[in-house]
């Protein structure tokens, strides 16, 4: 494929250049975890396996490359909704679109900060920057999720909401998991080790000390990795209709007049 058919081709591949980035970055430093033990190697934590240099430049490179991809997604998403909702008459909608961009750019923002901040590092940045990028994207999810049910069947199938609201449901359902097993693993440990830091590797043994709590960190670390996937495949589900979208044309698509294919809205009208 030519540089000019990748260009006419639109934005399909982009969702699909994101899972390439997030499963490589898994397979690199979890190979490392496995083979040179830098941490536990069931279910670990994200940042706990790129605590070490190779991993944590890996880890950085990779994650900063997804949240400029998710950035970009998340706008073509927004440029995408926009136009439907001025096409078919949905401007009360617009307010919405706009508010849902911004929880995604927020979301990005937050894979940004734990990419380059460590967890082992600077804990008050990296924790809360967790929170707001898995957070920060569920919010975006409900959104598309509603968006998608109003467009229906018209834009896209009734089966494309129900898949979406499933990957909404288990992700929020594996969010909460992860965050109070998470808290009160830590909690636990430190009620019973007040003077000991939080430990990198939450094997059940370290050493003479037994890490009282591991159980709720394993089931925090394995809720953790699938919301991550339930995140990624929400994302994948937009490749159908992304391919509709002209990288040459800038968001011009095949239910938008070519007449309007830069999508310029009376403001006067709709406010966004």
């Given at each position: 494929?030519?540089?000019?058919?990748?260009?006419?081709?639109?934005?399909?591949?982009?969702?699909?250049?994101?899972?390439?980035?997030?499963?490589?970055?898994?397979?690199?430093?979890?190979?490392?975890?496995?083979?040179?033990?830098?941490?536990?190697?069931?279910?670990?934590?994200?940042?706990?396996?790129?605590?070490?240099?190779?991993?944590?430049?890996?880890?950085?490179?990779?994650?900063?490359?997804?949240?400029?991809?998710?950035?970009?997604?998340?706008?073509?998403?927004?440029?995408?909704?926009?136009?439907?909702?001025?096409?078919?008459?949905?401007?009360?909608?617009?307010?919405?679109?706009?508010?849902?961009?911004?929880?995604?750019?927020?979301?990005?923002?937050?894979?940004?900060?734990?990419?380059?901040?460590?967890?082992?590092?600077?804990?008050?940045?990296?924790?809360?920057?967790?929170?707001?990028?898995?957070?920060?994207?569920?919010?975006?999810?409900?959104?598309?999720?509603?968006?998608?049910?109003?467009?229906?069947?018209?834009?896209?199938?009734?089966?494309?909401?129900?898949?979406?609201?499933?990957?909404t449901a288990m992700a929020a359902l594996c969010f909460v998991i992860s965050f109070v097993c998470g808290i009160t693993a830590f909690t636990i440990f430190h009620n019973k080790y007040p003077d000991l830091p939080t430990p990198r590797s939450w094997d059940t043994?370290?050493?003479?000390?037994?890490?009282?709590?591991?159980?709720?960190?394993?089931?925090?670390?394995?809720?953790?990795?699938?919301?991550?996937?339930?995140?990624?495949?929400?994302?994948?589900?937009?490749?159908?209709?992304?391919?509709?979208?002209?990288?040459?044309?800038?968001?011009?698509?095949?239910?938008?007049?070519?007449?309007?294919?830069?999508?310029?809205?009376?403001?006067?009208?709709?406010?966004?």
């Open positions: 494929m030519s540089f000019l058919d990748l260009i006419c081709s639109g934005f399909g591949p982009l969702n699909a250049f994101i899972a390439v980035v997030f499963f490589y970055d898994l397979f690199i430093f979890y190979k490392n975890v496995i083979v040179k033990y830098f941490g536990d190697p069931f279910m670990p934590y994200f940042s706990s396996t790129a605590s070490e240099h190779f991993q944590s430049c890996v880890f950085a490179i990779c994650g900063n490359i997804s949240a400029f991809l998710i950035c970009v997604m998340v706008f073509v998403k927004y440029r995408q909704m926009r136009s439907i909702f001025y096409q078919q008459d949905m401007g009360y909608l617009l307010y919405w679109n706009n508010i849902a961009k911004w929880f995604g750019y927020l979301s990005a923002m937050g894979l940004f900060v734990i990419s380059n901040v460590e967890g082992t590092a600077i804990i008050p940045v990296h924790m809360p920057a967790a929170f707001v990028m898995i957070g920060g994207f569920l919010i975006y999810m409900i959104f598309q999720c509603y968006f998608t049910y109003i467009t229906s069947p018209v834009i896209s199938l009734y089966t494309v909401f129900t898949y979406r609201a499933v990957c043994w370290d050493g003479p000390i037994y890490l009282h709590g591991s159980e709720f960190y394993i089931i925090s670390a394995v809720a953790e990795w699938l919301c991550a996937t339930f995140q990624l495949i929400f994302m994948i589900s937009f490749e159908p209709e992304f391919e509709t979208i002209s990288l040459q044309y800038f968001l011009s698509s095949d239910f938008i007049d070519q007449e309007n294919r830069d999508f310029f809205i009376d403001r006067n009208r709709y406010r966004v």
